[in-house]
């Protein structure tokens, strides 16, 4: 029974679906959810520390259970999505309230689409990729699953990876250089996968134009059940979640940097280049996400076997509250600069 606490990572899309049906104030429910009740619940229950026994582990990796709860979300979060546009399409809405359902969509995105997809695109299985890229598709990243794994993977902590925020590095200068970064950083892995392949640069291997193809046909889906004016509204909810998302980013990464070895080549990636963060809400909500160093240490683990590692930087707060820091860049630079390793600051 203690398995199905990840059902709590439901409660984002309970809570934009109660938004979507409710209106009014409560259109800013998912708001309220992740940013107030999510963060004092963080703070009132504490997590547990103990290790998982190999028994366990084993038995995890077996229960199917663990990938249907993951799976679940591709209805759940399209079918939410359509409802929210539908709404949005009948013109009825205030502007507070549009904003508000943007905001909702924007953070089931984040969570449950991007989130999710995350976890999905370091499988192996064909399907459990290609459900990866869907859920991408919404939030217009699905360049995202190439240079995540290609690319975020093997140069993170160094000054070459785009997700990497660097030391004293203001958020929103962050969201521009990795959003830019990492959309030109897909195609280079896109082209030297080609070269490698020996294909061409207008083969059927080209995801990057499958890609744009796919996005394309869900703006104009969009345009033609709903209309121009929610199309916009679609693209807004798309740009919000991957704004989350390099929030996100920039919250795991923060001026954490490898060493380089007398070879020249950066160091193996440890557990130690990634900030961790052990909080149990947050860590349940998002599919243990929060144990990034020890997903980084090995990025194949499933998350119902992902660790808590004490040896690794910890941040002070949960996610949550963590995104709302990194917001205001002063109190996010005086909180986290005395954290990062000294060894690890910029010479």
């Known amino acids: 029974m203690k398995d199905l606490k ?16 409710f209106l009014g104030i409560y259109s800013y429910g ?12 963080e703070v009132l229950v504490q997590s547990p520390e103990h290790e998982l026994a ?5 038995s995890r990796l077996k229960n199917i259970l663990f990938d249907v709860m993951l799976y679940g979300n591709l209805p ?3 079918g939410i999505l359509g409802y929210g546009f539908y709404v949005i399409s009948l013109g009825e809405l205030t502007t507070s309230e549009q904003i508000g359902l943007v905001l909702s969509l924007g953070i089931l995105l984040a969570t449950n689409g991007i989130n999710v997809a995350h976890e999905l695109g370091h499988r ?3 399907i459990e990729q290609t459900m990866s890229k869907l859920l991408l598709m919404p939030c217009l990243y699905m360049h995202f699953y190439l240079e995540h794994n290609f690319g975020h993977h093997k140069k ?7 997700a990497t925020s660097r030391y004293n590095q203001v958020l929103y200068h962050f969201w521009v250089t990795s959003v830019i970064r990492q959309y030109f ?12 392949a020996n294909k061409s640069f207008l083969s059927l291997k080209n995801e990057m134009i499958f890609y744009i193809l796919f996005q394309g046909l869900y703006l104009a889906s969009l345009y033609f059940l709903f209309g121009f004016e929610t199309m916009l509204f679609g ?3 798309g740009v919000l979640s991957f704004l989350f998302l390099e929030t996100i980013n920039y919250i795991e990464h923060y001026g954490l940097l490898r060493s380089k070895t007398g070879s020249g080549r950066y160091e193996r990636v440890q557990t130690i280049h990634s900030w961790n963060s052990n909080h149990l809400i947050g860590r349940i909500v998002l599919y243990e996400l929060t144990r990034h160093s020890d997903h980084h240490y090995k990025a194949s683990k499933k998350y119902q076997v992902l660790e808590h590692k004490r040896e690794s930087p910890q941040l002070p707060f949960g996610y949550p509250t963590s995104i709302l820091i990194a917001l205001v860049p002063p109190l996010w630079f005086k909180l986290m600069n005395p954290r990062v390793p000294r060894t690890m600051l910029p010479q």
């Open 124 to 126: 192996k299985t064909r």
């Open 235 to 237: 693209i807004s909810v």
């Open 185 to 196: 950083s897909a195609w280079n892995i896109q082209i030297h996968l080609l070269k490698s």
């Open 6 to 21: 990840y059902l709590f990572a439901y409660s984002i899309p309970l809570s934009t679906l109660l938004s979507i049906y």
């Open 76 to 78: 759940l979060v399209f």
């Open 54 to 58: 190999e028994d366990d582990k084993s």
């Open 30 to 41: 998912s708001v309220f959810y992740a940013f107030i009740v999510i963060p004092l619940l």
């Open 156 to 162: 993170v902590a160094t000054s070459e990876d785009p």
